[in-house]
T-cell receptor, first 109, second 113 residues
Framework: KQEVTQIPAALSVPEGENLVLNCSFT??????LQWFRQDPGKGLTSLLL?????REQTSGRLNASLDKSSGRSTLYIAASQPGDSATYLC????????FGQGTRLTINP | SAVISQKPSRDICQRGTSLTIQCQVD?????MFWYRQQPGQSLTLIAT?????????ESGFVIDKFPISRPNLTFSTLTVSNMSPEDSSIYLC??????????FGPGTRLTVT
């Protein structure tokens, strides 16, 4: 059974810092890994999808890497902004996703 | 990408009643997925809904409690039956995109009193 752990559980930093969010999973036989953000009381917004044959994906200030052999993924956020404040979730899987508890990120102006 | 809408967006229901949540997608999809997010928790998959066949439920979820319909390739409903306060959650539907990504609806926030 896939288990997903995200560290840290919460993070509060001043605006402008570069951040790294960590995700580890127990079953490395995954097809994809997706990163989402969730604003309070809202649904999920897809940020990045890394397919199993890929090592990383980039979108704007976001970069996600995947190391299947070690069961780890990281989400790097450059030059953080207050609008980045949200909960970030990683989810390995193809269609049936397994979610971690998320990292609650607060960017202070 | 897929655009997904859900109705209702939120509801407050009394214990013992049932609520049906609708999920509409702007394109035809083979599988639709229903998730639950309990307060302060992450998302848990309830079931997979395929058009033309019975839904497949994950461990811990049963059809009598969460009956699902899938009448066509763009629509699905999830009913939360005989509700108790423990059913207070956000319920989300999702579909897969052609590139392998999953898209989620805005969610239905259910409060059971």
């Amino acid at each position: 059974k896939q288990e997903v752990t995200q560290i840290p559980a919460a993070l509060s930093v001043p605006e402008g810092e570069n951040l790294v969010l960590n995700c580890s999973f127990t079953d490395s036989a995954i097809y994809n890994l997706q990163w989402f953000r969730q604003d309070p009381g809202k649904g999920l917004t897809s940020l990045l999808l890394i397919q199993s044959s890929q090592r990383e994906q980039t979108s704007g200030r976001l970069n996600a890497s995947l190391d299947k052999s070690s069961g780890r993924s990281t989400l790097y956020i450059a030059a953080s902004q207050p609008g980045d404040s949200a909960t970030y979730l990683c989810a390995p899987g193809a269609q049936k996703l397994v979610f971690g508890q998320g990292t609650r990120l607060t960017i202070n102006p | 990408s897929a655009v997904i809408s859900q109705k209702p967006s939120r509801d407050i229901c009394q214990r013992g009643t049932s609520l049906t949540i609708q999920c509409q997608v702007d394109s035809q999809v083979t599988m639709m997925f229903w998730y639950r997010q309990q307060p302060g928790q992450s998302l848990t998959l309830i079931a997979t809904a395929n058009q033309g066949s019975e839904a497949t439920y994950e461990s811990g979820f049963v059809i009598d409690k969460f009956p699902i319909s899938r009448p066509n390739l763009t629509f699905s409903t999830l009913t939360v039956s005989n509700m108790s306060p423990e059913d207070s959650s956000i319920y989300l539907c999702s579909v897969g995109g052609q590139g392998g990504e999953q898209y989620f609806g805005p969610g239905t926030r259910l409060t059971v009193t």
